[in-house]
Structure formats: C-alpha cells, structure tokens
C-alpha cells in the first residue's frame, strides 16, 4: 500500500474530577445522531455512545486514582483503546469512536465475515477477473493468474502480507466485491459496529470508507471466537508458493527496533496514506488478556504503532483489576440480552467433537511458525492457547466467570 501520510494533530485531554465522576454503566444504545460517513479533521464534539456515554466524548477518558498508574505520556495516536477481552470492560480510550480510515485492519471485518464460507482446502484457479480493481500500490501477497491455490493458502496471504490479491481473489470467490462489501457491512451491524462504513473488503483507501478503535476493537473480538481465524492471526511464518513470507505485525513477527511482545498473540495491521498507521492487537499475561487499538500516530518514528501499542498494553496490565472501567464492548445484536443464541459455545462444539480437557495438539499453520505455542486446551468452553496466548473464545456474550473457570495443564 501506499507510504503512510500523516494527518492532523494530536488532540489530548486528560479527564477531570467531574468526568471521573461520571458513571460507566451508562446507556449503551445512545448514538450519537445521523453521523457522517466522512471521517473530520479533529474529533467531533459529539460521538457515538455505544459502550457508555464516556465513550463518546473526544480526549481521553481514564479513572484516575489511587493504585492506577498514569498513562504513557508519549502517546499521539489519534485514537486509541484498551479493553479486557474477556469481560469487554473498556480500561481506557481516547477518541474511541472517532470514524478513521481504517486501512488494513479492516481486514479483520472481512476475514470475520467470508472466513466461515469455505473450507480451507478448496481450490481455485486464478482469473485475471479476479485481481481486477486493486488499487494502485496495494499490498501483495503475489497471486499469479492462471495458478491454482487453496483457501489456506489465500488466507494465510490475507494475514500475514495483509494480501490485496489475496482478498480480491476471496471476494470474488463470495459472489464479488460488491456482495462482500454488503456481506461486511451487514455483519459489521449485526455486531452493532456502527461508525463503520464499508467500501473496499481489503482497507485500501478510498471515499467514505472509515471505522473506529471501537469498532476495530469488535471486529477482532468477534473473529477471535473462530480457530482459523486465531491460528491465521498468531502465525509468524508460512510457506506460500516457492518461497516463505513472514506476519508483518512487528509485535508478534519483531523487527530491529521492535521486540515480539510478551504474550502477543494477532491480531492485524493496515498502513495507507489516509490511515496512517493502525493496529489491532491481543495479548495474554498473568491471567489477563487484553485488546488495543491504535490509529494514526502523529509521531514520525519507524514501527511508531507498534510501540504506542506496546506502552499501552504494558499499561493495561499494570492497571487490570486497579482502574474502573469508562465503558464496554458491547455484544452482537443476536446475542443481546432476549436474543437467540448465536450457536453452540466453543467448548460445546469441542466437545460434540469428543474433544477432553486435555491438552491437543496443534500443528502450526500450513507449516508456519505459531507465535503463541503449539497446543490448545479446552476446558469449560474456554479455549487456551498455551506458552503465551490465551484467548476468551467462547459463543457466549458477554464472557462471564471465564477467568475463575480457567485451568492450565
């Protein structure tokens, strides 16, 4: 994709006594009213409240007290969130729902969406038809028309290069770019994502298309619950074609001025000249897994997102259990409360699969290196990737007691 471009200007406000006092069980159906699908220069005055109504005020919002230490000092994303993906408690935001171009990492509300529709072995040989209407720079994961290859190998091409191609391929697999840009957009409602509006399935920068922290934030909790989409998102390394490629998320894959971060475990990273930077990334350490979003850094430094991100998730586990919560992530529309339920839970389907709560072995991807360790557990519907990540992934919402339930081999 095209070299990043930065935008506009940070836009920090530490919250004060009043706001502090201010309730985080707020209403989490108030929305901010008719907004644009025009991302703006600086935040809006008013923002979407899905969450809590902290959430919908522009500068960050934290509770500030004693025992919870302060944040990093140095951050200047534009926007930013950490949230514990278990409870969906939101530790700290800053311009949660301010709606950005989202550039690849709105590649996480593709894979959540068209990832379920086929199996990894199907094969399919490549049209010209079906790299038509990339834009131009875009990433590649180099999909040659004319040669055959698996779904795997395509969506392996999806996660770790962030493979324009490969989406475009995927996409008119799923009836063509339109019918997945609807499908996305469909399924970023059912999970009540509403700052997103959808306009290409791969990120690339086009008019009109933007998201949120928030919404980024939900894409990955939702894809999170499917094991294809965890082993994809955790793989560092994987054979394509004749050669190898390598995750360019640097948390989880390194780089010189970037060590893999402790606990790292996915999630997706985009770059495009309107986007900026982004990331979306989890991680597990000392029983708590967390979230983070990260968008457009203002600071001009190299891999400048990964490290903001790593400051904050070093902060999220320092105030885990120590600061109150300014909002949530709120659960799918089919898994409100009075709703269906949206299927059978994690552990329900591993066990209809005879699947024990003893450890099982997991083969890295499509010969790939995992990032988080090669075996799984199962117990009590909690899925437990062993010797770094460890995920909530369970069918239901919200996610509860999963932390007392959880037991390590």
Not at 77 to 105: F, Y
Not at 138 to 148: L, N, R
Not at 327 to 343: D, I, N, Q, T
């Amino acid at each position: 994709m095209p070299a990043v471009k930065k935008t506009g200007r940070r836009s920090l406000l530490v919250t004060s006594a009043t706001l502090l006092s201010l309730s985080v069980t707020a209403p989490a159906a108030l929305a901010a009213p008719a907004p644009s699908a025009s991302p703006t220069a600086t935040p809006p005055a008013r923002m979407s409240e899905l969450g809590g109504a902290r959430l919908g005020l522009p500068g960050t919002q934290v509770n500030l007290a004693p025992g919870v230490p302060v944040l990093p000092r140095d951050l200047t994303a534009r926007s930013w969130i950490v949230s514990d993906a278990e409870s969906g408690q939101v530790l700290a935001a800053h311009n949660a729902h301010w709606r950005l171009p989202p550039a690849s990492t709105l590649k996480m509300l593709f894979a959540d969406t068209v990832l379920p529709r086929f199996p990894k072995a199907t094969a399919h040989k490549v049209v010209p038809s079906d790299l038509a209407g990339m834009g131009a720079g875009s990433s590649v994961v180099g999909i040659k028309a004319g040669k055959t290859y698996t779904v795997h190998d395509l969506w392996l091409g999806v996660f770790l290069r962030s493979g324009n191609d490969a989406v475009h391929v995927l996409s008119r697999m799923n009836g063509g770019v339109a019918q997945t840009v609807r499908d996305m957009q469909a399924h970023a409602e059912e999970l009540q994502a509403l700052d997103t509006h959808v306009v290409s399935p791969d990120g690339y920068d086009e008019p009109r298309q933007v998201s949120s922290a928030y919404d980024l934030t939900l894409f990955a909790r939702s894809g999170l619950q499917k094991k294809d989409f965890r082993d994809y998102c955790s793989t560092v390394r994987a054979t394509f074609g004749d050669g190898e490629i390598r995750n360019t998320n640097r948390l989880l894959s390194g780089d010189t001025d970037v060590p893999v971060y402790q606990g790292i475990a996915g999630v997706k990273n985009g770059n495009t000249t309107h986007a900026g930077a982004t990331f979306t990334g989890v991680a597990e350490r000392g029983g708590k897994v967390l979230l983070v979003t990260v968008m457009n850094p203002e600071k001009h430094e190299h891999n400048e997102v990964y490290k903001e991100s790593a400051k904050l998730l070093d902060w999220g586990f320092q105030a885990a259990g120590k600061v109150t919560p300014v909002g949530e992530l709120v659960p799918p529309k089919s898994a409100a409360p009075g709703s269906p339920s949206p299927g059978a839970s994690a552990g329900q389907a591993a066990r209809g699969a005879g699947v024990g709560s003893k450890p099982v072995a997991s083969a890295a991807t499509g010969g790939g290196s995992r990032g988080v360790g090669v075996a799984l557990a199962i117990t009590g519907g909690l899925l437990v990737l062993l010797g770094g990540g460890v995920f909530l992934i369970n069918r239901r919402w919200p996610l509860p007691d999963l932390m007392r339930r959880r037991t390590r081999p």
